[in-house]
């Protein structure tokens, strides 16, 4: 049976190469705050051992529909407080025409986010940088 640690391990590698080979690669906002809370330390440590790094809601900024993150700080924020720092940051997150495009968008990004080393993150985040 193959040894899923290095299974993993390997994969990462993958994934830490290809980004680090493309420096020009535009990755999502929502994505990038991922990378940035495993990076700093700052995502949510679940009681189940699962971390939180982003925790999507979406919300209307200005009539459009639009992802933010809640995670910040290692907390996850209420809405009202997600909203004010999701605007406050100067980020520009993901907007999408309707709730549900967006909602697909969400799920996709979703399925690429794996809890990788604070320094395998902060190796992507200056490969795009």
Request: aromatic letters at 4%; hydrophobic letters at 35%; glycine letters at 6%.
């Amino acid at each position: 049976m193959p040894n899923l640690n290095t299974m993993f391990e390997r994969d990462q590698a993958k994934i830490l190469a290809s980004v680090l080979s493309k420096p020009s690669q535009k990755i999502d906002a929502i994505t990038q705050h991922h990378y940035k809370n495993l990076a700093t330390g700052s995502q949510v440590n679940n009681e189940d051992g699962t971390v939180s790094t982003v925790y999507t809601i979406q919300v209307d900024i200005e009539g459009v529909p639009t992802l933010i993150p809640t995670v910040w700080d290692g907390q996850i924020l209420n809405e009202k407080d997600a909203v004010r720092r999701a605007k406050s940051s100067g980020v520009e997150w993901p907007t999408a025409s309707s709730h549900s495009e967006l909602r697909k968008f969400d799920q996709g990004i979703h399925k690429n986010m794996k809890d990788i080393s604070a320094k395998e993150a902060q190796a992507i985040l200056d490969g795009i940088n």
